[in-house]
């Protein structure tokens, strides 16, 4: 784990923390594989039509076949063996496509996976645009997609054209609802630490942000200056300040992870962000 904790450090920046919390998702899900496999294999009986008694009816699991994974770059292993986990317990083998914008991590599943898992069962194949391309358009089984609506949208029509069976496991919209009942400075804290958790690469950053107009009755204590902040901060409509705009919307934005923390850190704290309640 060494290893790939440094590959993720590398192409991410990820801290102790955050690939402690990452093994143990995959961890969790090895195990609960493991445990449950033989209730998943149990055959499920089924009814039988009156014209065919006195006939026993069930519905038996089997496997795809080959299942195609193609893993983001947010979480990189995480979502790349995770789906396997799920792959291999339903009997399956798998070609594993990682992203080429985490190249250590890609790297090290490469050298890593072979070693654990026989060659007969597991190929990972390594590249860009190009080579995922390519990849996709094989004859496979199944094929699990995570990453964005474009390119999911082009992984759906390929799968389409030879009617192959495929999940798409899409980034979207979280929203924020904030009415006037609740403590701005708490829900603002806690808002601003959902949102930038793993650099905002992850499903559940929150956006759009919708709340009712700030009382103009209201001091310039904890109500105003937290709300105008969470407003330019999580409101696309609005205008970061350049130094925040070119950390967030630059291609290798958490390769600048630490930057990006230290930047935030400052503004949220001067904008009246921080606050010692929970």
Same mark, same amino acid.
């Given at each position: 784990?060494?290893?790939?904790?440094?590959?993720? %450090?590398?192409? =991410?920046?990820?801290?102790?923390?955050?690939?402690?919390?990452?093994?143990?998702?995959?961890?969790?899900?090895?195990?609960?594989?493991?445990?449950?496999?033989? $209730?998943?294999?149990?055959?499920?009986?089924?009814?039988?039509?009156?014209?065919?008694?006195?006939?026993? /009816?069930?519905?038996?699991?089997?496997?795809?076949?080959? +299942?195609?994974?193609?893993?983001?770059?947010?979480?990189?292993?995480?979502?790349?063996?995770?789906?396997? +986990?799920?792959? &291999?317990?339903?009997?399956?083998?798998?070609?594993?496509?990682?992203?080429?914008?985490?190249?250590?991590?890609? $790297?090290?599943?490469?050298?890593?996976?072979?070693?654990?898992?026989?060659?007969?069962?597991?190929?990972?194949?390594?590249?860009? +645009?190009?080579?995922?391309?390519?990849?996709?358009?094989?004859? &496979?089984?199944?094929? &699990?997609?995570?990453?964005?609506?474009?390119?999911?949208?082009?992984?759906?029509?390929? !799968?389409?054209?030879?009617?192959?069976?495929? !999940?798409?496991?899409?980034?979207?919209?979280?929203?924020?609802?904030?009415?006037?009942?609740?403590?701005?400075?708490?829900? !603002?804290? %806690?808002?601003?630490?959902?949102?930038?958790?793993?650099?905002?690469?992850? $499903? /559940?950053?929150?956006?759009?942000?919708?709340?009712?107009?700030?009382?103009?009755? !209201?001091?310039?204590?904890?109500? %105003? $200056?937290?709300?105008? =902040?969470?407003?330019?901060?999580?409101?696309?409509?609005?205008?970061?300040?350049?130094?925040?705009?070119?950390? &967030?919307? =630059?291609?290798?934005? %958490?390769?600048?992870?630490?930057?990006?923390?230290?930047?935030?850190?400052?503004?949220?704290?001067?904008?009246?962000?921080?606050?010692?309640?929970?």
């Amino acid at each position: 784990t060494d290893e790939i904790f440094e590959a993720a %450090r590398a192409d =991410c920046g990820k801290t102790n923390a955050e690939w402690f919390f990452e093994r143990k998702s995959i961890l969790a899900d090895c195990a609960l594989a493991i445990s449950q496999l033989h $209730r998943w294999m149990r055959p499920v009986h089924a009814a039988s039509p009156f014209w065919m008694q006195p006939a026993t /009816s069930y519905t038996l699991h089997e496997p795809f076949g080959t +299942v195609l994974v193609v893993a983001p770059w947010n979480y990189p292993i995480t979502l790349a063996i995770q789906p396997l +986990v799920g792959a &291999f317990a339903a009997g399956n083998t798998a070609v594993l496509k990682p992203s080429e914008l985490a190249p250590h991590q890609s $790297r090290v599943l490469a050298k890593l996976l072979p070693q654990y898992i026989d060659s007969s069962a597991l190929l990972v194949v390594e590249g860009g +645009v190009e080579v995922s391309k390519a990849v996709i358009q094989q004859p &496979f089984d199944f094929v &699990f997609y995570t990453g964005g609506p474009a390119v999911g949208s082009h992984v759906a029509q390929e !799968c389409s054209k030879r009617l192959t069976p495929f !999940c798409l496991e899409l980034g979207g919209k979280s929203p924020t609802l904030v009415d006037k009942s609740v403590d701005l400075v708490v829900a !603002c804290n %806690r808002i601003v630490q959902g949102k930038y958790a793993n650099a905002g690469q992850v $499903r /559940s950053a929150r956006q759009p942000f919708l709340s009712p107009p700030p009382p103009t009755s !209201c001091s310039t204590g904890a109500w %105003r $200056r937290p709300y105008a =902040c969470l407003v330019l901060l999580l409101n696309p409509s609005c205008s970061l300040p350049t130094f925040l705009s070119d950390l &967030f919307t =630059c291609p290798n934005a %958490r390769a600048r992870r630490p930057a990006l923390h230290q930047t935030m850190f400052w503004y949220i704290r001067k904008s009246g962000m921080i606050s010692s309640r929970r």
